[in-house]
Nanobody
Framework: QVQLSESGGGLVQEGGSLRLTCAAS????????MGWFRQRPGKALEFVAV????????YYRDSAKGRFTISVCNAEAPVILQMNSLKPDDTPVYYC????????????????????WGQGTQVTVSS
């Protein structure tokens, strides 16, 4: 079992930046692809970004390209999402997710692919 916990959300003005961190505990010695998703009230989860187990493959939703950067850190805080040039549309709750995999370069963009989820952190961008 792996437990994930997000932090770093908050209120920021349009054009500002936030850094989301995902802390992990439990059996983190296995390989995981790490993803970030977001969800607006009453809407489905949206893929935001993913990084492969090796850390070498990164993929973003179109609206995040050039503004967001996903990076791997260490076993205890395995993934960080740096968000710059934030827009009001970036506002919802952000979730960290982990996909257990032996494929070092594999990435996953569907919520159903993931095995573990954090409880989310709220991001609010004011205009």
């Amino acid at each position: 079992q792996v437990q994930l916990s997000e932090s770093g959300g908050g209120l920021v003005q349009e054009g500002g930046s936030l850094r989301l961190t995902c802390a992990a505990s439990g059996r983190t010695e296995r390989g995981f692809a790490m993803g970030w998703f977001r969800q607006r009230p009453g809407k489905a989860l949206e893929f935001v970004a993913v990084v492969s187990w090796s850390g070498t493959i990164r993929y973003y939703r179109d609206s995040a390209k050039g503004r967001f950067t996903i990076s791997v850190c260490n076993a205890e805080a395995p993934v960080i999402l740096q968000m710059n040039s934030l827009k009001p549309d970036d506002t919802p709750v952000y979730y960290c997710a982990a996909k257990s995999t032996y494929a070092t370069a594999a990435i996953f963009t569907a919520p159903d692919d993931y095995d573990y989820w954090g409880q989310g952190t709220q991001v609010t961008v004011s205009s």
